[in-house]
C-alpha cells in the first residue's frame, strides 16, 4: 500500500517561509507526477504545485514565484518551498500523487500565516 506523509507544516509570520515535505513509501519514479494541494474550510481544493516525473513543474498563479516545488529521488520525497508567506496561504497543504488511473493522498499539514 502506497503510503505518502507529509510533515513541515506550522505557524509562520506573514513574509516568512517553511519547507513541506512528502516522503513517499515507494520511489518517486513509480509516479508520474505528485503534487501538493490545499484546502480552506469552505473552498475548494486548490493544486498549488506539481513536479513531474523528469523535473519539469507547473505552479499556481497565486503561488509563482514564492513556492517552489523539488524533489530528492534517493530519499523519495518532495518538498514545498514556500517564501514570502501570506494569510491567504494559511491551508491544510496535501501531496498528491499520480500513477495511472491511480491517485495517492497524504494526510495534511497544516500551515497558518498569522502575526
Known amino acids: 500500500q502506497v503510503q505518502l506523509v507529509e510533515s513541515g507544516g506550522g505557524l509562520v509570520q506573514p513574509g516568512g517561509s517553511l519547507r513541506l515535505s512528502c516522503l513517499s513509501s515507494?520511489?518517486?519514479?513509480?509516479?508520474?507526477?505528485m503534487s501538493w494541494y490545499r484546502r480552506v474550510p469552505g473552498k475548494e481544493r486548490e493544486l498549488v504545485a506539481t513536479i513531474f516525473r523528469y523535473g519539469s513543474s507547473k505552479y499556481a498563479d497565486s503561488v509563482k514565484g514564492r513556492f517552489t516545488i523539488s524533489k530528492d529521488v534517493a530519499k523519495n520525497t518532495v518538498y514545498l518551498q514556500m517564501n514570502s508567506l501570506k494569510p491567504e496561504d494559511t491551508a491544510v497543504y496535501f501531496c498528491n500523487a499520480a500513477s495511472g488511473a491511480d491517485t495517492y493522498w497524504g494526510q495534511g499539514t497544516q500551515v497558518t500565516v498569522s502575526s
Open positions: 515507494i520511489s518517486y519514479f513509480s509516479f508520474n507526477d
